[in-house]
């Protein structure tokens, strides 16, 4: 579901939002402060945004990640039981979404963006809630070594982007997931060939991969991933004869 048009955020809200940022920027030089809110699940979500250079693509709510929301609704899931990891959390609205279904939920995103999650978290996730969610950076490539390979579940919106990142996102996923483990990533295509190729080409060398969803006006897929098998000696042995044979009854 869309979100209502962005609002400046009242004052109520601003003494909180600064008290935050301040921490971050002592020198007091607070960015531009917008409220987007949406319906997810039967919970009205209030999303703050930091407007500033620091924050950059953390700073919207993509298309890609509503989508996966919306996927939620629709399916009626419930993460109750399970736990759950966001990578390129932005702005937290998965993750929070996730958690208040009842997911032990860990949001992850760059360090600058952890200030934003935070504050999100407050505002949306009450104390009460069975599991408060988790705040944590993770850098694909380099941190995901510190934290476990047992995730039940692990999300990801808009995050096949830049081609640079694929190798080190891929290390990412393979280090944070086990044969139990169901990853959802959304996608937003819009004709991006490295996108295709990332989920068409490298994807499939490591994980099961479907298309479960499409948002077809905005061009999005949501990918559902499991890890492969690792194939036993065995089948390797026979692969190998089976490849033998083959070329035995190619005509020379």
Not at 166 to 187: D, E, G, K, V
Request: aromatic content about 10%; proline content about 4%.
């Amino acid at each position: 579901m869309e979100g209502r048009s962005g609002s400046r955020k009242t004052a109520k809200h601003m003494d909180k939002s600064s008290n935050v940022l301040s921490k971050e920027d002592p020198e007091g030089n607070l960015p531009s402060i917008l409220v987007n809110h949406y319906q997810f699940c039967g919970y009205d979500l209030e999303i703050t945004r930091y407007l500033n250079e620091r924050m950059g693509v953390s700073a919207f709510v993509w298309n890609s990640g509503l989508t996966l929301c919306q996927f939620f609704q629709q399916e009626r899931i419930n993460f109750s039981g399970m736990k759950v990891l966001e990578l390129g959390s932005g702005t937290g609205i998965v993750g929070i979404l996730a958690a208040l279904l009842g997911g032990e939920v860990t949001l992850t995103d760059q360090i600058q963006a952890l200030k934003q999650i935070e504050y999100n978290v407050s505002v949306n996730v009450p104390d009460s809630c069975r599991h408060l969610p988790k705040i944590r950076a993770l850098s694909w490539g380099f941190d995901q070594v510190h934290f476990p390979s047992d995730y039940d579940i692990i999300l990801g919106s808009d995050i096949v982007y830049y081609p640079s990142d694929f190798p080190l996102l891929l290390q990412t996923l393979r280090h944070l997931s086990n044969q139990r483990t169901t990853i959802y990533i959304a996608t937003e295509l819009g004709g991006c060939c490295a996108a295709h190729k990332f989920h068409e080409e490298i994807i499939p060398q490591y994980f099961n991969s479907r298309i479960i969803y499409r948002n077809q006006r905005a061009d999005i897929n949501l990918y559902k991933l499991t890890l492969k098998v690792p194939k036993t000696g065995e089948e390797l042995s026979m692969e190998k004869e089976t490849r033998k044979k083959l070329l035995s009854r190619q005509p020379k």
